[in-house]
């Protein structure tokens, strides 16, 4: 009896308090003008009859003149310039092992390429080549980017971290620094991350400045349960002094998961891709890659648990170490974003195209959790069919249809459109709602919605 009691009151408890929280209006998340892509949950309140869709990116033909073979490569878009690092293992019988260098190549589109003569070292007798570093154990996974930080000096435009834990004197990763990404210099002569047995350093160590956490973040490999390979993720605000490594744990039950290369999305810096390596022990070796999002501190999130890139028809790209992407994903046209993976290959997406909130034939609605925005007009980048078509409608935060703002005030949005601004029946002008609690609600036939923005101007 006295336990039947004590669940009686229990229950009114719970009864009570969901109904004060169900109360509580919920907080509206401010994008301001940030531009939002639909590879997550994070503004999605509820989904009728759409879904979210992962994008397979399309193999591109081959690329001419040809830089050096992708081992553990980087890409990054300086200006006009794309630069690419790889390593050369030259025969190299460990990580880090003497013979291995890291090479330099350039490109005016990201697809016509060109090995530079450097001559900054002697490799096989002579200094014509495209050695950009040759110093063991750093070039066995050197992966530089380009710092954004506000305020840094011109000497430390490109900084990068390289270095392993065994066959060292001192294992640990090592900072680096150059002004032309072409001459490098160790920022210290000791490591910066120091080696644990909990951490592997044998792969991409990859960092960045984050602008939306205004500090250098680096995310490197570590074994869950001393079996798994993962990833562990540190942060810094000098690229010297450390926080504690965290392990993120992303992987699914009996998931290896190699080279997560988690690095901010150029439109959209405040959320990170990652498309890791998925290693298959079982399934003789093989490999895929996969997609994967995080927003700063938060976990990796795994909407999408099916492969990005699959291996395809080649069979060379069924055995191990057949499916690694270089880090960095850079655009290659105003609609075009380019993955260069392994051995020398070009995948392509439309810009922000990693995934959409997508209809098919019978009419679908996506509505939005309560936001708030700055701007005056409201841009999106979607795709319909020729039947197909898109409608907004701006809701208060209670769900009210705002007048002059509803589905039926909005013509219906046909074509294909990286930002096409959204018009009522009065205009497209938002500004009157910036900074209010709203919810936008979208009406699809036949369509993708890649992403939103509010922005001041066009």
Same mark, same amino acid.
């Given at each position: ?8 009151a229990?229950s ?57 073979n992708?081992?553990?490569?980087t890409v ?13 293992g030259?025969g190299a ?21 060109t090995?530079p ?15 950009i570093?040759h ?32 066959? @060292? =004197? %001192? ?10 990404? +072409?001459?490098?210099?160790k920022? #210290?002569? &000791? ?15 990859v ?16 074994f ?10 540190t ?9 504690e490594?965290t ?13 997560t ?8 810096p405040h959320?990170?891709i990652a @498309? =890791? %390596?998925?290693?298959?022990?079982g ?5 895929? +890659?996969?997609?994967?999002?995080? #927003?700063? &501190? ?52 439309r ?15 996506m509505?939005t959790?309560?936001?708030s ?10 795709? %319909? ?22 589905a ?9 459109e ?5 018009r ?5 002008d938002?500004?009157?709602?910036a ?8 009406v699809l ?7 939103i ?6």
């Amino acid at each position: 009896m006295l336990n039947r009691h004590f669940l009686i009151a229990i229950s009114f408890a719970a009864c009570l308090t969901g109904g004060f929280l169900a109360a509580v209006e919920p907080v509206p998340v401010d994008i301001g003008s940030r531009r939002e892509l639909f590879v997550d949950r994070f503004l999605i309140e509820r989904l009728e009859n759409a879904a979210l869709k992962l994008h397979e990116p399309q193999l591109a033909p081959p690329m001419s003149d040809p830089a050096d073979n992708l081992e553990y490569g980087t890409v990054i878009k300086d200006g006009d310039l794309y630069r690419l690092y790889t390593r050369d293992g030259r025969g190299a019988k460990f990580d880090g092992d003497q013979p291995e260098v890291t090479r330099y190549c350039e490109s005016r589109d990201g697809i016509h390429w060109t090995k530079p003569t450097l001559g900054l070292f002697e490799i096989d007798g002579n200094k014509e080549n495209n050695v950009i570093l040759h110093e063991s154990p750093y070039c066995h996974n050197f992966s530089p980017f380009l710092d954004t930080r506000p305020g840094v000096p011109a000497t430390e435009r490109f900084k990068a971290l390289a270095g392993v834990g065994v066959r @060292t =004197p %001192t294992p640990g990763l090592v900072a680096f620094v150059s002004a032309d990404g +072409i001459h490098w210099r160790k920022l #210290r002569p &000791e490591p910066v991350i120091t080696y644990t047995k909990e951490y592997a350093f044998d792969s991409q160590n990859v960092s960045f400045w984050s602008v939306s956490e205004q500090c250098y973040v680096c995310y490197f490999r570590h074994f869950l349960d001393q079996k798994l390979r993962s990833v562990c993720r540190t942060t810094s605000q000098d690229f010297v002094k450390w926080t504690e490594p965290t392990p993120l744990k992303p992987n699914f039950p009996g998931e290896h998961l190699y080279t997560t290369l988690t690095h901010p999305y150029f439109r959209a810096p405040h959320i990170y891709i990652a @498309t =890791p %390596t998925r290693f298959h022990p079982g399934r003789g070796e093989s490999t895929d +890659i996969l997609f994967m999002t995080t #927003r700063g &501190e938060s976990p990796y999130d795994r909407t999408f648990r099916e492969a990005f890139i699959r291996p395809g028809l080649d069979p060379a790209r069924w055995g191990n170490r057949s499916n690694y992407a270089a880090l960095g994903i850079v655009p290659t046209s105003p609609t075009e974003m380019s993955i260069y993976t392994t051995p020398f290959r070009r995948f392509v997406l439309r810009t922000d195209g990693f995934a959409s909130v997508q209809a098919g034939a019978d009419v679908g609605e996506m509505l939005t959790r309560p936001l708030s925005f700055t701007g005056k007009e409201l841009t999106l980048n979607y795709s %319909t069919s020729a039947a197909g078509s898109v409608r907004v409608e701006i809701q208060s935060a209670d769900g009210k249809t705002l007048l002059g703002f509803g589905a039926g005030d909005c013509p219906e949005i046909i074509g294909d459109e990286i930002a096409c601004i959204v018009r009522w029946k009065n205009g497209s002008d938002v500004s009157s709602l910036a900074g209010q609690p709203v919810r936008l609600r979208f009406v699809l036939r036949e369509a993708d919605l890649y992403a939103i923005q509010f922005r001041s101007t066009h």
